[in-house]
T-cell receptor
Framework: DAGVIQSPRHEVTEMGQEVTLRCKPISGHDYLFWYRQTMMRGLELLIY????????DSGMPEDRFSAKMPNASFSTLKIQPSEPRDSAVYFC????????????FGDGTRLSIL | TQLLEQSPQFLSIQEGENLTVYCNSSSVFSSLQWYRQEPGEGPVLLVT?????EVKKLKRLTFQFGDARKDSSLHITAAQPGDTGLYLC????????FGAGTILRVKS
């Protein structure tokens, strides 16, 4: 079975540009999570969806960050405008039936803002 | 704010040694999970503990949830080079929080 698929794997762009990260969760999973991982702050939950509806976005750092889930098989995390401090590895994860259930992570997008 | 503190931050040991990684908090968690992450990949779930005092074993790995559900430990017996990686604990209180992780290196 295919796991969580993220694209792109690597993104390098200049500050001020718009960045869009993409995620395809595991089919049938009803929860989708976006995380950011840095050396300084570790793994942080940014936002999560249940049945395509955003439930908790309190981890989204600023208004420059936005996330959408137009259908059960696709989600995007957008940063506009991007800044060097947004450089990190961004992970998407999905799970089935409950917040306490195992989360399956993608391999992440390594984002570098110059 | 609920926080999970992991210790040690970094551990380098020889193959065959035993080790324990700790995950502590002043907050109560309804459940706690342990993940292992390898470079260039996402974390992979090892175990979920739910009941205070619970002990779970996964081959050479033993996980324990504290009686008060505020702390947990991961013990590895006879560590192998394949155990090398970043070990993360994560707890559900009013939201999901991750510890900073323990980097384990097992030398052959």
């Amino acid at each position: 079975d295919a796991g969580v698929i993220q694209s792109p794997r690597h993104e390098v762009t200049e500050m001020g540009q718009e960045v869009t990260l993409r995620c395809k969760p595991i089919s049938g999973h009803d929860y989708l999570f976006w995380y950011r991982q840095t050396m300084m702050r570790g793994l942080e939950l940014l936002i999560y969806f249940n049945n395509n509806v955003p439930i908790d976005d309190s981890g989204m750092p600023e208004d420059r960050f936005s996330a959408k889930m137009p259908n059960a098989s696709f989600s995007t995390l957008k940063i506009q405008p991007s800044e060097p401090r947004d450089s990190a590895v961004y992970f998407c994860a999905s799970s089935f039936q409950g917040l306490n259930q195992p989360q399956h992570f993608g391999d992440g997008t390594r984002l570098s803002i110059l | 704010t609920q926080l999970l503190e992991q210790s040690p931050q970094f551990l380098s040991i020889q193959e065959g040694e035993n080790l324990t990684v700790y995950c502590n908090s002043s907050s109560v968690f309804s459940s706690l999970q342990w993940y292992r992450q390898e470079p260039g990949e996402g974390p992979v779930l090892l175990v979920t503990v739910v009941t205070g005092g619970e002990v779970k074993k996964l081959k050479r790995l033993t996980f324990q949830f504290g009686d008060a559900r505020k702390d947990s430990s991961l013990h590895i017996t006879a560590a192998q080079p394949g155990d090398t990686g970043l070990y993360l604990c994560a707890g559900w209180g009013n939201k999901l929080v991750f510890g900073a992780g323990t980097i384990l290196r097992v030398k052959s």
